[in-house]
T-cell receptor, first 112, second 113 residues
Framework: GEDVEQSLFLSVREGDSSVINCTYT??????LYWYKQEPGAGLQLLTY?????DMKQDQRLTVLLNKKDKHLSLRIADTQTGDSAIYFC????????????FGTGTQLKVEL | EAQVTQNPRYLITVTGKKLTVTCSQN?????MSWYRQDPGLGLRQIYY???????DKGDVPEGYKVSRKEKRNFPLILESPSPNQTSLYFC????????????FGDGTRLSIL
């Protein structure tokens, strides 16, 4: 079955790197996504990775995928206070209209 | 500007009073979907639509209805709302290619008393 898990909370200091982790159970994932949700706002797509890739880098963001362990991570370099938000990982599965299955979200708090 | 627009953004209402949350997208997307977000549960899919007049149940469809009469609109209907439907609701859309990412609206916070 589908299950996507994330830790609930992460606190880092401004300028440090943040690493948000996600594990999933369904090996038929096609794409894996990271979304950001700021207070009172919708979900903003940050980045995504195809399931046959190991890594994707986009400016301050690095996504690592370990398909064997079904582990996905998002690294934010030089974390800023504006990065404080809830981060959701999501997997896209075949079938069911290719719905997204979301993790519970990780609240990132960036302290000065 | 490419947008998914939901209305209302906030609504407080009472049990049993029918309500509709509208969703409109201007990207000519075929696929649209509704999710609810609850603390500790992430987002769960309620209903989705692959195209006009084509809708299907997601993971938590009980107590909800949808319709897709036009490509741009995908309203969510609560015929007889109950307190357990108090939640934050998101509409999303994407193009035909299932690998395209979904675009989300800003959310509708419903409180059913």
């Amino acid at each position: 079955g589908e299950d996507v898990e994330q830790s609930l909370f992460l606190s880092v200091r401004e300028g440090d790197s943040s690493v948000i982790n996600c594990t999933y159970t369904d090996s038929s994932s096609t794409y894996l996504y990271w979304y950001k949700q700021e207070p009172g706002a919708g979900l903003q797509l940050l980045t995504y990775i195809f399931s046959n890739m190991d890594m994707k880098q986009d400016q301050r963001l690095t996504v690592l995928l370990n398909k064997k362990d079904k582990h996905l991570s998002l690294r934010i370099a030089d974390t800023q206070t504006g990065d404080s938000a809830i981060y959701f990982c999501a997997e896209s599965l075949t079938g069911g209209g290719n719905k997204l299955t979301f993790g519970t979200g990780t609240q990132l708090k960036v302290e000065l | 500007e490419a947008q998914v627009t939901q209305n209302p953004r906030y609504l407080i209402t009472v049990t049993g009073k029918k309500l509709t949350v509208t969703c409109s997208q201007n990207m000519n997307h075929e696929y649209m979907s509704w999710y609810r977000q609850d603390p500790g549960l992430g987002l769960r899919q309620i209903y989705y639509s692959m195209n006009v007049e084509v809708t299907d149940k997601g993971d938590v469809p009980e107590g909800y209805k949808v319709s897709r009469k036009e490509k741009r609109n995908f309203p969510l209907i609560l015929e007889s709302p109950s307190p357990n439907q108090t939640s934050l609701y998101f509409c999303a859309s994407r193009g035909t290619n299932s690998n395209q990412p979904q675009h989300f609206g800003d959310g509708t916070r419903l409180s059913i008393l």
